[in-house]
């Protein structure tokens, strides 16, 4: 009888969800899902068995993390062909100095958890996403994938903060984020256009969290997220770059704390914030003919994209490619008309029937640019990673 192929588990640990996903070797999807609404009521596992499948529900009550972590290990556990499952990979949001995937070890957590100040919401959890599959597992091994490893060789100019220089010391820099999906998209470019993989391109990762990264010869130049995940670009719920002096303004004549902030401009800001309405681009652009703040939100977030492109095409010095992706840059021809727009000086135009069906070259054949939409794949990056750095057949 054949052996059953090498399968590695994905786990992709947010907020209030766990996303995860099961690859053979060869990169088929086996299974894929995740807990959403964690500690929340309506929480439940959704499971699908191929990719485009409709997800199958399965209700429990998952009131934490943990809870949400066991009962998802219960439920893989109990599935026909779980052994095949021989490593697993992790998200791990804030790597500070690591630059490249890594095998989990005990020095490895230590040093996570001595991280935890710099991302108090994204990894204690994904520390304890870690533990818990070794303690259920313990010969299972682990890597760790990193967000910030795609931009730790920016250039000191990209990575300094204007702050006080004993703050750089203590770690407070440019990290950029969405690295996992930046080399998806770069891994994508080099086989797609190998010579476009080697020049001047913007990625454009744009779903609910927002960013841009200027690549030259392969190379994280610039990002548009900072020291936190909440800089940059105007998101879903985040305000992107804000000016600091708010911060006391507020404090002020708001009687407004810190941690007030810190809620307001991760999940009451952005789109949300601006349209008073929705987060979601699908809503604002089905209103926006009768609600003037939706359209105000929606001509936010395409001004503020457009700015970004213009100050990444003076770090790289001209622009050879555009790479739309993620949630809103894939789906949504509207968003990336309305970003293009203007940018013609650059050499960049689309093509609208292209455009309009979310085809893989959008731009015009003249136009200097070339304008992509490629389909980023986080879960399948972190399965690649981790065969790699296991050598995995
Ligand atoms: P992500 O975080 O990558 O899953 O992106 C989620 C966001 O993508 C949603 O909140 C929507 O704003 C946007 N989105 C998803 N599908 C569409 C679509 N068909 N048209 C416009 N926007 C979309």
């Not at 599935?79 to 804030?94: E, I, T, Y």
């Not at 080399?183 to 990762?205: K, S, Y």
Request: aromatic share 6%.
């Amino acid at each position: 009888m054949k052996a059953a192929p090498p399968c590695v588990l994905t786990i992709n640990g947010g907020s209030s969800s766990i996303r995860f996903a099961v690859y053979e070797s060869g990169e088929k999807l086996r299974l894929g899902g995740m807990i959403g609404r964690i500690g929340l009521k309506g929480t439940n596992l959704s499971v699908t068995h191929a990719p485009g499948a409709r997800p199958v529900p399965l209700p429990h009550a998952a009131t934490n993390h943990r809870k949400a972590a066991d009962f998802l290990l219960e439920w893989l556990n109990s599935q026909p062909g779980f052994s095949d499952v021989k490593a697993v990979g992790h998200r791990v949001v804030q790597g500070m100095n690591h630059s490249e995937p890594e095998r989990v070890t005990r020095k490895l957590l230590a040093d996570l958890r001595r991280l935890t100040s710099y991302d108090p919401d994204h990894l204690p959890l994904e520390i304890e996403l870690i533990e818990s599959i070794s303690r259920k597992h313990p010969k299972l091994p682990q890597v760790a994938c990193f967000d910030t490893a795609f931009h730790r060789g920016m250039p000191m100019v990209a990575k300094l903060l204007p702050l006080p220089r004993r703050y750089f010391a203590k770690g407070i820099e440019r990290y950029g984020f969405h690295g996992i999906s930046y080399t998806f998209l770069m891994e994508e470019l080099r086989r797609l256009d190998p010579a476009a993989a080697q020049g001047r391109v913007i990625l454009a990762h744009l779903g609910n969290g927002a960013s841009m990264a200027a690549v030259r010869r392969g190379k994280s130049l610039d990002t548009s997220m900072g020291f936190t995940s909440t800089s940059g670009l105007v998101m879903s719920t985040r305000s992107g770059d804000l000016d600091p002096g708010l911060v006391y303004f507020l404090s002020r004549t708001e009687k407004m704390t810190a941690k007030k902030f810190q809620q307001m401009v991760n999940h009451d800001s952005g789109l949300l914030g601006v349209s008073g309405t929705s987060s979601d681009v699908r809503d604002l652009s089905a209103s926006e003919a009768t609600d003037a703040r939706a359209g105000e939100a929606l001509d936010l977030f395409c001004y503020q994209a457009r700015k970004w492109i213009g100050s990444f095409a003076a770090v790289l010095g001209g622009l050879d490619t555009l790479v739309f992706s993620a949630g809103i840059g894939e789906n949504s021809p509207l968003i990336r008309q309305r970003i293009c727009q203007g940018l013609g000086f650059l050499g960049v135009s689309i093509n609208d029937a292209r455009n309009a069906k979310n085809a893989p070259v959008i731009s015009l054949h003249s136009g200097r640019v070339k304008v992509r939409v490629i389909r980023t794949n986080e879960e399948l990056m972190i399965a690649r990673s981790v065969a790699r750095v296991l050598h995995l057949s």
